[in-house]
C-alpha cells in the first residue's frame, strides 16, 4: 500500500523560509517521478516541482524557480521542497503526488495522492 504524508506547513510571513516534507512508504521500485503540487482556494491544481526519484534530475515552474527546490533523501524515502523566500501568492495547500516513469506537470497523471498541508504567507 502506497503512502504520501506531508508535513511542514505553517503561518509564515512574506520573505521567510520554509521546508516541506513527505513521507513515502509502500513504493517498491526506485523508478518514480515525484512532485508537488499546490492549490489555492477557488483555483486549479498547479504544478510546483519533481524530481526523478532515480536519477535526482529535477523540474519545476517558473512562478518558484530561484525560491524552491525539491530534492530526496532516498535513504528516508522522503522528498523535501525547501521554499525560500515565500510570498504571499504561494499560500495554498501542498500536496505530494507521485506517478511511475516520466516527468509530467499534469496532476491528472498522476497516481498517489498525499492529504496535503496548508501552508498560509502573511503579507
Known amino acids: 500500500q502506497v503512502q504520501l504524508e506531508e508535513s511542514g506547513g505553517e503561518l509564515v510571513q512574506a520573505g521567510d523560509s520554509l521546508r516541506l516534507s513527505c513521507a513515502v512508504s509502500g513504493l517498491t521500485y526506485s523508478n518514480w517521478c515525484m512532485a508537488w503540487f499546490r492549490q489555492a482556494p477557488g483555483k486549479e491544481r498547479e504544478f510546483v516541482a519533481a524530481?526523478?526519484?532515480?536519477?535526482?534530475?529535477?523540474r519545476s515552474a517558473d512562478s518558484v524557480k530561484g525560491r524552491f527546490n525539491i530534492s530526496s533523501d532516498n535513504a528516508r524515502n522522503t522528498v523535501v521542497l525547501q521554499m525560500n523566500s515565500v510570498q504571499y501568492e504561494d499560500t495554498a495547500v501542498y500536496y505530494c503526488?507521485?506517478?511511475?516513469?516520466?516527468?509530467?506537470?499534469?496532476?491528472?497523471?498522476?497516481?498517489?495522492w498525499g492529504q496535503g498541508t496548508q501552508v498560509t504567507v502573511s503579507s
Open positions: 524530481i526523478r526519484w532515480l536519477s535526482g534530475s529535477t
Open positions: 503526488a507521485a506517478r511511475s516513469a516520466y516527468w509530467s506537470t499534469d496532476p491528472r497523471e498522476y497516481t498517489y
